[in-house]
């Protein structure tokens, strides 16, 4: 007699994140990605991994698709060809419910902040606790003002629209929004860009500790070659449309492709390793 096999069907919705994600594997994996604005190729082959717990620096030239590959990861591009993996999760072909627990784990800052400018920073920094938790008011609105604490703002920053803050501090909200959620991975999109060199080594050192004290894994795009050398792990480096070397910063320094021997040993790179050795002697 014949017995039919039955598979169970998992409801997604009954699953925690947990059990949706890969909680082992590197956070983002890139491979064979090709990206393309009509017939001007931006990635051909591009491969990229980060791995969970580190600080990735991604660096390349001016038309290198830095922010392309940043907006095809979170999903706001798609891709022509390759995958793109988020806690384990192709993302081109993931269901909604994995969806909302691969974004209930991320945290986005873009380059200029990406503010609601109608809302306060506290409104601000709730919204995605409104979106995604079934918490009281009170209880994010208490939780808002920690996040904003805990990005260095003071407490009469809550009340301000973003037109009210110095860029320096619209930075800190935009972070303390990409926070809001507790994630694991943190998206940052050239966040010393447009400040002074002391508000932009103010905010290093905050995404240092941050990382170090949440045990956050941080995707960097950046040209700050003092961020570079003070709180990355590894930096990867886009030229010819893919990524010709990761490693850490001090040995990319001895790498032998033009573009990297130019960016780090150049006028800019040379001026900032003198700067740095100075400060350190």
């Given at each position: 007699m014949n017995e039919t096999a039955h598979t169970e069907v998992v409801n997604e919705d009954d699953l925690s994140d947990d059990e949706l994600l890969d909680t082992e594997g590197p956070a983002v994996e890139v491979r064979g990605l090709r990206s393309a604005f009509g017939e001007n190729i931006i990635h051909d082959g591009l491969d990229l991994t980060a791995e969970r717990g580190e600080v990735l620096g991604v660096v390349g030239g001016s038309g290198a698709g830095k922010s392309v590959l940043l907006n095809t990861i979170i999903g706001l591009r798609a891709p022509q060809a390759g995958t793109v993996r988020v806690f384990g999760q192709d993302i081109e072909h993931a269901s909604r419910r994995r969806w909302t627990a691969i974004e209930?784990?991320?945290?986005?800052?873009?380059?200029q902040g990406a503010l609601f400018s109608n809302l306060t920073v506290r409104e601000n920094v709730a919204a995605p606790m409104f979106e995604h938790t079934h918490l009281t008011r009170p209880e994010i609105h208490d939780l808002a003002d920690l996040k904003i604490a805990l990005v260095g703002l003071g407490p009469e920053a809550g009340d301000l629209k973003p037109a009210e803050l110095s860029g320096g501090m619209r930075k800190r909200a935009g972070l303390a929004?990409?926070?809001?959620?507790?994630?694991?991975?943190?998206?940052?999109?050239?966040?010393?860009?447009?400040?002074?060199?002391?508000?932009?080594?103010?905010?290093?050192e905050l995404i240092k500790d941050l990382s170090d004290s949440l045990d956050l894994t941080v995707f960097m795009i950046t040209h700050d070659l003092d961020t570079l050398y003070e709180i990355t792990d590894r930096v990867a480096v886009i030229a010819d449309k893919h990524v010709v070397a990761t490693a850490p910063v001090r040995q990319l320094e001895h790498a032998d492709h033009p573009w990297i021997r130019e960016y780090f040993l150049g006028p800019r790179g040379r001026a900032a390793n003198a700067a740095r050795a100075k400060t350190e002697a």
């Open positions: 209930r784990r991320w945290g986005v800052l873009f380059q929004r990409a926070l809001a959620l507790d994630p694991e991975l943190l998206f940052l999109d050239e966040p010393t860009a447009g400040l002074d060199p002391i508000s932009a080594a103010a905010f290093d």
